[in-house]
């Protein structure tokens, strides 16, 4: 199985856009869709990005997936931070078995 | 509007059983696969496993195959996670997602295994 690699935190200022990095430690980034997801303090996790690069009805157009095969890499870039955007990231994909496979997650702090 | 409502969730001692649920509406039950997914406190995500939508195939992380099953009932729109053997680790909320994917999820059940 493969694992996804994600930064343990990032931090930047409102009004400014952040990218979160998700690798993936073998096999191709582009085999199986990427899903990003945003989990608030005390709250269940909501989808912003589902196959790679599609928003859910909802999710305002600042959240934006890509990925790159050249890094085997998939992100999630935020523009014009908001104080709402403070919480928790994780990216998901899953594996010719159909196993899920979480990244670590990512604190975002917006300050 | 799609919904899924977990419940079960309560105190058990190691190696003892709890039966989860997951309702679900707004949406093709049966049409979709269904995925459990779990959070220790203070920790990351976990995919747990995952079930196609006619129940035919089902998919165990390797922490929980041979202790956990998943099944559901396409009749009652209603996911299942059957839990033999619990342990200390097995501690933490469970989230119900619709997909492989897990493009909505549940607001979870809490599940604490303690003596």
């Known amino acids: 199985n493969f694992m996804l690699t994600q930064p343990h935190s990032v931090s930047e200022s409102p009004g400014k856009t952040v990218t979160i990095s998700c690798t993936r430690s073998s096999g191709n980034i582009a085999s199986n869709y990427v899903q990003w997801y945003q989990q608030r303090p005390g709250s269940a996790p909501t989808t912003v990005i589902y196959e790679d690069n599609q928003r859910p009805s909802g999710v305002p157009d600042r959240f934006s997936g890509s990925i790159d095969s050249s890094s085997n890499s998939a992100s999630l870039t935020i523009s014009a931070l908001r104080t709402e955007d403070e919480a928790d990231y994780f990216c998901?994909?899953?594996?010719?078995?159909?196993?899920?496979?979480f990244g670590g997650g990512t604190k975002l702090t917006v300050l | 509007e799609v919904q899924l409502l977990e419940s079960g969730g309560g105190l058990v001692q190691p190696g003892g059983s709890l039966r989860l649920s997951c309702v679900a509406s707004?949406?093709?039950?049966?049409?979709?696969?269904m995925t459990w997914v779990r959070q220790a406190p203070g920790k990351g995500l976990e995919w747990v496993s995952s079930i196609s939508g006619r129940g035919g195939s089902t998919y165990y992380a390797d922490s929980v195959r041979g202790r956990f099953t998943i099944s559901r009932d396409n009749s009652k729109n209603t996911l299942y996670l059957q839990m033999n053997s619990l342990r200390a680790e097995d501690t933490g909320v469970y989230y119900c997602?619709?997909?492989?994917?897990?493009?909505?999820w549940g607001q979870g059940t809490t599940v604490t295994v303690s003596s």
């Open positions: 998901q994909s899953y594996d010719v078995n159909d196993h899920g496979v």
């Open positions: 707004g949406f093709t039950f049966s049409s979709d696969a």
């Open positions: 997602a619709k997909r492989i994917l897990c493009d909505v």
